[in-house]
């Protein structure tokens, strides 16, 4: 298969207008004709390419970072996905750069927003009151934030911000990028660029099939790792659910129910079919607990705590209406992104485009159904049916139809790396037996080569070819440099969910701030690789320009090692 058989339908990408700050509007066309040569070429906006942009540009590197749509910022912003963290967020476990942007959150929202006395005073501040992190906000809120971190560097010419331009032509020689060519989708034409070195950071690792770096999708087999929860056999089409995220509020009395999707009918009786069996309809206020795979019930009311239970309304609560002064808000605001928009029925990744396009074109149809079906037919605790008022808030997510600029994907194309991460490097129960150690004992597996560190159970979603939920304790971990590093190319580094992970630990090192420490590191091993004259590989295999190179990370504020904590 063509590497452009692996890129999406922009169609299916760039929904809505463009919504950019004004003051960076002359960033979003970018140049044409001459080709460009900076020191650094980052293909992906999202949190890696953000996170390797700032690193590489506040140590001295000039940078073109490029993104597909109008927004820069990928899970926090263009996916709709409030930060997934983990316990420990607030006081370590985190870049310092990643703290500064989180910090930056309840900051903006203490300059623009009228907080109430009590909201203001909290150095805690969570804007949302969501239940699924300790900062659930407003994507819009991350991109101003994101943006006004990279302003200095944009402003002194060190970084140029390009949107709307998709990859479509890589120059490969042997085993280097030479050259990498951007459609600008805005105005047409395209510009290539020439650079020392290339990140990958696009959500689904594009430049990966583009320049024939050796890559893995999907499953690889238990032979082939060892892993206890890899499948049997290989299966590069078994692939996470993706999401189409979406924001509602809910104002009783009114009346905002959209058309009926055209796949209503469809969703509205579809079981899925799961091993282990998924307890009834997906459109149901019953799943399968990912943890157990019993049947759970959860509950949604918009307009109060609900009667017990988890109440999906405040889980991804991005908005809490009371936080703010009477009358700011109309109604709390929420995302959606639930086991009940999650789409498994095919891949994106592997396929032809026009199944590709036809795969996320139903994702979004699941989502609306899931919306329509609130709005009109699902069961109220009341005794009722559906919630007329819950509104659909395009201007949330910056798009016309009202669905997330891109959906959420949890796994891309992951690099052939010189060192991969397997279950038995942080899987609680694997580490026990390995280690003979008890659980209250027991850590992950340490990395000489340590570039940072992250912490998130191992949190497979149901996958496309009809596996329930995988979803397994694991212990804080560290990320490798091995894992950064592919097997043969010597000038292109992955940045986001695309590093030498497996199936099964995509599951833990693909979150925000996870994601954030890798670009990070990438961006900060750029600069030190520019300066030493040494490429990236060499820098892992020479124990001094090893250990220049993490204390540079920690001089930067990248932790690299964590103390003694419990499982998650």
Not at 28 to 43: E, F, H, K, N, W
Not at 75 to 92: G, K, N, Y
């Amino acid at each position: 298969m063509s590497a452009k058989n692996h890129l999406l339908d922009r169609r299916t990408f760039l929904r809505g207008t463009a919504t950019v700050l004004p003051w960076a509007t002359a960033l979003v066309a970018g140049p044409s004709g001459q080709p460009q040569r900076p020191d650094l070429l980052i293909v992906g906006g999202g949190v890696g390419g953000c996170a390797a942009a700032l690193a590489a540009c506040r140590q001295g590197l000039t940078v073109v970072m490029t993104e597909e749509t109008d927004w820069i910022g990928g899970q926090l912003t263009s996916q709709a996905v409030p930060p997934d963290e983990h316990p420990w967020i607030e006081s370590f476990g985190c870049t310092r750069s990643y703290r500064q942007f989180r910090e930056g959150i309840r900051a903006y929202y203490r300059r623009h927003f009228p907080l109430t006395a009590e909201a203001a005073a909290n150095s805690r501040f969570n804007p949302g009151n969501g239940s699924v992190s300790r900062l659930c906000h407003e994507p819009r809120v991350a991109l101003a934030v994101l943006m006004e971190l990279l302003a200095t560097h944009i402003a002194s010419g060190r970084l140029q911000l390009w949107l709307e331009h998709r990859l479509i032509r890589a120059d490969v020689d042997r085993d280097r990028v030479r050259s990498v060519t951007l459609e600008n989708l805005r105005r047409g034409g395209s510009t290539t660029v020439e650079a020392p070195l290339f990140v990958d950071a696009t959500e689904l690792g594009d430049l990966l099939a583009l320049t024939h770096t050796e890559f893995v999708i999907g499953a690889e087999s238990r032979k082939e790792t060892g892993e206890a929860h890899a499948p049997l056999v290989a299966n590069p089409l078994n692939q996470q659910a993706i999401t189409w995220c979406f924001a509602v509020d809910y104002l009783p009395g009114e009346d905002h129910r959209i058309d009926k999707p055209a796949e209503y009918d469809f969703w509205r009786g579809y079981v899925p079919e799961m091993t282990p069996a998924w307890p009834g309809p997906l459109l149901n206020w019953q799943m399968s607990d990912p943890i157990t795979l019993k049947p759970r019930s959860v509950t949604f009311d918009p307009s109060g705590p609900g009667p017990g239970g988890l109440n999906l309304f405040i889980y991804r609560r991005i908005a809490d209406a009371a936080q703010f002064v009477s009358g700011a808000y109309r109604s709390s605001i929420s995302l959606v992104n639930w086991p009940q928009n999650d789409y498994w029925l095919g891949p994106i990744i592997g396929v032809s485009p026009e199944q590709a396009s036809r795969h996320l074109e139903r994702a979004r149809q699941v989502s609306l159904s899931l919306l329509y079906w609130m709005q009109t037919e699902a069961p109220r605790h009341d005794g009722g049916t559906g919630w007329n008022g819950l509104r659909l808030r395009h201007d949330v997510v910056g798009t016309q139809d009202g669905l997330a600029k891109q959906p959420y994907i949890r796994e891309a194309r992951r690099i052939r790396a010189e060192f991969t991460v397997l279950e038995q490097h942080v899987s609680t129960e694997a580490r026990m037996q390995a280690t003979g150690r008890p659980r209250e004992d027991v850590t992950a597996e340490p990395f000489a080569d340590s570039v940072g560190v992250g912490a998130y159970r191992i949190d497979l979603h149901p996958s496309t070819t009809g596996e329930n939920y995988v979803d397994l304790s694991s212990l804080p971990f560290q990320i490798p440099l091995g894992a950064l590093i592919p097997q043969r190319m010597e000038n292109l580094l992955p940045a986001c969910k695309n590093i030498g992970t497996t199936h099964v630990t995509n599951g833990c090192y693909r979150l925000h701030p996870v994601e954030w420490n890798i670009g990070e590191a990438v961006g900060t091993l750029a600069a030190f690789c520019r300066e030493r004259k040494e490429p990236p590989r060499h820098i892992r295999r020479t124990p001094a320009l090893l250990a220049a190179y993490q204390q540079r990370l920690r001089s930067q504020g990248v932790e690299t090692e964590w103390p003694r904590l419990r499982p998650l």
